[in-house]
Structures are given as structure tokens and as C-alpha cells.
């Protein structure tokens, strides 16, 4: 047994433990610890009552992180998960209920569960069983090796020759919300589109973004009429049946001359090398289109049509309730503040973002909206900066 596996143990048996985090690594590790040491119960940040029942086939009770506060103030919470900024906002969570005692799974603590699992639970009979299933598991990362390398390969080419591109200027991401036709193009600025929006009259892309296909987006067949670097996003990370639904035809891509790119799992932590990585999703082809924009290396970066809300498209087609994308942009502020501390990002005509980055308003878009003080104006000489 490791030492971090007997210091577990013994903070468990001391104060009583409670489990927060119910995601991959609590389904395997809330069973193991109620078997080796015993558990109070179960939580995570989305039960909010007394009584939610049990977990899985422990019998644990599962309740709400301030119901287990008031019965058991003094126990230790257990992060049963991995990820450390998911650590980071359960625990969070927990004190602000009030408790006190902490203790993270590493990844190094689950691998020896693992191994004190695995090694406990085979009898001898089932080991030709194991040593078949091993060169399964080897060949499994084998892919992944594979797939790494196919990310590199794939992203030095497509990305490579941007890097800094466009160092101390100002860029413009141009999303298809209904606020981009307040808007009117500063010529000279570089401007990156995303899906229909390069057939808004009027405006001009330099770089444009796609990654969901859709029988019902017919705006791909007509791709080929326009001269702009176009890049085409690979669901790689996703499920294969995802992957599969949503994936841009290779004939499209190869008409368009387009340069691929691979999307990470969605809400995982975003990567500072394109190149060897692959780019951000938080739900929407803007973040990788933002992810991109980085890499260039400019001084500011204006989000125009990024609204973030249930009012559909710029020309009038309806769409889903796209607030939920407010917390990926809230990540990605995050991200920028650590890694890019010289680039502002400025949202224009903001509706879903409004107060997250810095807001202007443009002359047309106020005048539409009289109930909205006249604050920062948009000056087209403030694009040319």
C-alpha cells in the first residue's frame, strides 16, 4: 500500500469522509473506499436536497453538500475527481458551506486503487483472461499515440505559418448572432467568420471557421465562390457517433483547399499550443475561431454577432438558447488574463457577454436599443490602432 494511499485511509477512518464528485473517477473510487474504509455518503454540486437517493450499489445516501454540513460539520470531504479545476470548484463549493477538511484523489492515488483493486479482485483462473485484455489496452494508447501525432502533424500545417501574424493589430471575429447587423465593416482590419456568416452583404472575411455539417446547412456548397483561408474543424475527441454526425464531408474540404483542425473534449482546459494541441470547444465554432485568433498575436480582439442568447441568426433563421456558452467565455477570459495579458478582447453590441470583456455599442445598434444608456460608441479609428 503507497503512503498517499494510507494517509487517505487514515484521514477517512479519523473524521469521517463524505465523497464529492459522482463523474468517472467517483464511480470508481466512492465504491473502493466505501468497501475499504466505509463512507458518511455522497455529494456533488448538482443535488440540492436531503434525501436523492443512493449511490450506484453502496447504499450511500446521496445529499445536497449543505444538508451533509449541518450533520457532519467536522467530516473530511473527499475530491473524487481528478481534475484539478474541477478540484479546485467543488472544494470551493464545500467551503462555502462551511467545511474545513480536504483531501484531493491524484492521479497517482487512483492508479494504486487501480492496481490494489485489480489484484484483489482476480483469481487466479481469470488471469489468462487479463493477459488477453492487456495487448487491448496497449494497442487502445497505441491509437492515441497515433492520434497525438496526427494533431501535430496536422495542426503545424494548418497553424504554423500564422504564428504572430498579425502581432499589435487589432482582429475582428465575426459570429452569426443578430447583433452583426449593427455592425458595419472597417476596412484594412482582419476579420474571421464563422459558419454562414461570410454571406452577410457586406462584409469581407480574411479567415473563416467551420466544424458542425448538416444537411441543413446549405451555406457549405457555396464555400467555393469565396477566397478566404478556410479551416475545417475534426470532432477527433468526441464520441465516434458524434464525430461521425457532425464531421465536414472531405470533399468539401478538399474543394475549398481548407486546412484542418482537431477539437478537444468540450470543457477541458484549454491549450497555448496550437500546434501540438488541439483547440478549444466550449459549444461553438467562435472558440476555436478566438483560439486562433491568439496565435496571431494581436493587440486587441473585437467579438461582433458573438451574442450568446435564444434570438437565433442574423438573417432571421432561429437557433437554440446559446447562453449556456457565457461560462465557456468565461474561461476563455481566464485563459487570456494568464497567457495573452496584452490583448484586450472588446465585445461589440454585447448582449449574452455583456459586462465580461470590455463593451462598446455601435451607432445603429443603439439607436435600435433606446433603453440602453449611451455608453462607449464603437470609432472606427479604434479598429486601425
Given at each position: 500500500m503507497t503512503a498517499e494511499l494510507q494517509a487517505l485511509f487514515s484521514a477517512c477512518s479519523t473524521a469521517g469522509a463524505i465523497a464529492c464528485g459522482t463523474g468517472k473517477v467517483g464511480r470508481f473510487v466512492i465504491p473502493y473506499l466505501a468497501q475499504k474504509v466505509g463512507l458518511l455518503g455522497v455529494t456533488n454540486s448538482r443535488i440540492a436536497g436531503d434525501d436523492a437517493?443512493?449511490?450506484?450499489?453502496?447504499?450511500?445516501?446521496?445529499?445536497?453538500?449543505?444538508?451533509?454540513?449541518?450533520?457532519?460539520?467536522?467530516?473530511?470531504?473527499?475530491?473524487?475527481?481528478?481534475?484539478?479545476?474541477?478540484?479546485?470548484?467543488?472544494?470551493?463549493?464545500?467551503?462555502?458551506?462551511?467545511?474545513?477538511?480536504?483531501?484531493?484523489?491524484?492521479?497517482d492515488l487512483e492508479n494504486a486503487m487501480l492496481t490494489d483493486r485489480f489484484s484483489a479482485c482476480l483469481p487466479p483462473e481469470k488471469l489468462a483472461f487479463a493477459e488477453r485484455l492487456l495487448p487491448r489496452i496497449e494497442a487502445y494508447c497505441q491509437e492515441w499515440m497515433c492520434y497525438a501525432n496526427e494533431i501535430r502533424d496536422t495542426h503545424q500545417k494548418s497553424f504554423a505559418e500564422f504564428r504572430g501574424r498579425h502581432r499589435g493589430q487589432s482582429i475582428v471575429i465575426v459570429g452569426a448572432g443578430p447583433s452583426v447587423n449593427a455592425y458595419s465593416q472597417i476596412v484594412g482590419i482582419p476579420h474571421i467568420g464563422v459558419n454562414s456568416v461570410f454571406l452577410k452583404d457586406g462584409l469581407t472575411l480574411d479567415y473563416y471557421f467551420a466544424q458542425d455539417y448538416s444537411e441543413r446547412s446549405p451555406w457549405y456548397q457555396q464555400l467555393k465562390d469565396y477566397p478566404f483561408e478556410k479551416f475545417f474543424g475534426i470532432l477527433g475527441c468526441h464520441s465516434r457517433e458524434i464525430s461521425d454526425m457532425y464531421r465536414i464531408p472531405e470533399s468539401i474540404i478538399e474543394e475549398n483547399q481548407g486546412r484542418r483542425y482537431f477539437l478537444q473534449e468540450p470543457w477541458e482546459s484549454v491549450h497555448f499550443d496550437i500546434e501540438h494541441h488541439a483547440l478549444m470547444d466550449y459549444g461553438s465554432v467562435a472558440f476555436a475561431a478566438f483560439h486562433f485568433a491568439l496565435y496571431t498575436m494581436p493587440r486587441r480582439i473585437f467579438l461582433v454577432g458573438c451574442d450568446c442568447s435564444n434570438a437565433g441568426h442574423y438573417d432571421g433563421v432561429s437557433g437554440g438558447d446559446l447562453q449556456y456558452m457565457v461560462n465557456g467565455w468565461q474561461k476563455v477570459k481566464s485563459f487570456v488574463t494568464r497567457y495573452y495579458p496584452g490583448v484586450e478582447v472588446v465585445s461589440v453590441n454585447p448582449v449574452g457577454l455583456k459586462g465580461l470583456f470590455r463593451d462598446v455599442y455601435t451607432e445603429p445598434y443603439l439607436d435600435a436599443h433606446p433603453e440602453i444608456n449611451r455608453p462607449a460608441v464603437l470609432r472606427p479609428e479604434e479598429l486601425q490602432e
Open positions: 437517493g443512493t449511490f450506484l450499489n453502496t447504499g450511500l445516501p446521496l445529499r445536497s453538500v449543505g444538508t451533509w454540513h449541518a450533520r457532519q460539520p467536522d467530516a473530511v470531504i473527499v475530491i473524487t475527481t481528478t481534475n484539478h479545476r474541477f478540484q479546485d470548484e467543488l472544494i470551493g463549493l464545500c467551503k462555502e458551506h462551511g467545511f474545513q477538511k480536504f483531501f484531493r484523489i491524484t492521479e
